[in-house]
């Protein structure tokens, strides 16, 4: 069997077309084989919990990277839902705090610890002192743990659209542990994450002023439908914007990171 066209990619990897009607999710080559292994296993259980993913079929090998072979959500992103009809925005925005909160359900997986993988990621990283790593892991075991399935990665890029139903994808950072820890993952990307600097002036307040409007609505919507305060959600901002750090992101997204965790520790 030879793929298809290319339909999508990222960080990653790569979305071919595949037959019946299926897709291929080719992984880029470095991606550790466990990593790969546990989204296929995750997806599978998470399907039992009634959450919307799409379906799995196998694992395999192909042209010497591993895929998984799935359902093809005929669709679009939400961000390409927002760009399309920007109008909807605040629209979006709700439905993203919906999204979250609806997979957010205590499911019998064996998925990794949230704090162990917080913890792991922080201590991994080079860009900050032995000195701040531990303040920032003290921390992170002080707040409250719980055991519910957090998606680790949720988006509006990780959101598919179609006309009868909303499907969530690429759960390769899912984990168990609390979820406004993971709605503070969802913050950090909003508030921190760079734009490229191909980018005018004028392009970059736009996407800057819309990506800062998504955010306020999508966070005062998760708010009123769980009744927390967005106090309990920043307590979790540092451990998960230095956890971040270890990830492949940007040099100028990390500046940004390190300057807010320095503020934030002083």
């Known amino acids: 069997m030879s793929r298809g066209r290319l339909i999508g990619e990222g960080r990653t990897a790569e979305v071919y077309e595949w037959e019946d009607g299926r897709v ?8 550790q084989r466990n990593i790969i292994e546990n989204e296929f296993v995750t997806s ?15 694992l395999i090998e192909y042209e010497n990277r591993l895929g998984i072979v799935s359902e ?28 979250h909160r609806r997979i957010q359900k205590k499911i019998d997986a064996n998925l990794p610890s949230q704090k162990k993988r917080l ?17 920032i892991c003290e921390h992170l075991e002080n707040l409250p743990d719980d055991s519910v399935l957090c998606h680790g990665d949720f ?10 139903k909303e499907t969530v994808i690429d759960w390769m950072d899912a984990t168990i542990g609390n979820p406004v820890a993971d709605v503070a993952r969802t913050l950090i990307i909003f508030k921190y994450a760079f734009l490229p600097e191909d980018k005018s002036w004028l392009e ?14 999508y ?8 009744g927390i305060s967005i106090n309990r ?3 979790w901002e540092l451990p998960v914007a230095a956890a971040r750090l270890n990830e492949n992101i940007s040099e100028c997204e990390k500046a940004i990171l390190i300057d807010y965790i320095n503020k934030r520790i002083k």
């Open 155 to 164: 988006h509006p890029d990780n959101i598919l659209i179609s006309k009868d």
């Open 72 to 99: 093809r959500v005929y669709g679009h992103t939400m961000i390409k839902s927002i760009l399309l009809k920007p109008w909807r925005l605040v629209h979006e925005a709700k439905r993203l705090a919906k999204m």
């Open 119 to 135: 913890r792991k990621q922080i201590e991994s990283t080079e860009l900050l002192t032995e000195d701040m790593k531990e303040k």
């Open 204 to 217: 970059r307040k736009v996407v800057d002023f819309v990506r800062r409007k998504f955010c306020f609505e």
């Open 24 to 31: 291929l999710k080719l992984y880029r080559k470095g991606i």
């Open 233 to 235: 959600i920043m307590e």
């Open 44 to 58: 599978k259980e998470i399907i039992k919990a009634n959450i919307p993913v799409p379906e799995v079929f196998e």
């Open 219 to 226: 966070i005062e919507h998760y708010i009123d439908i769980c």
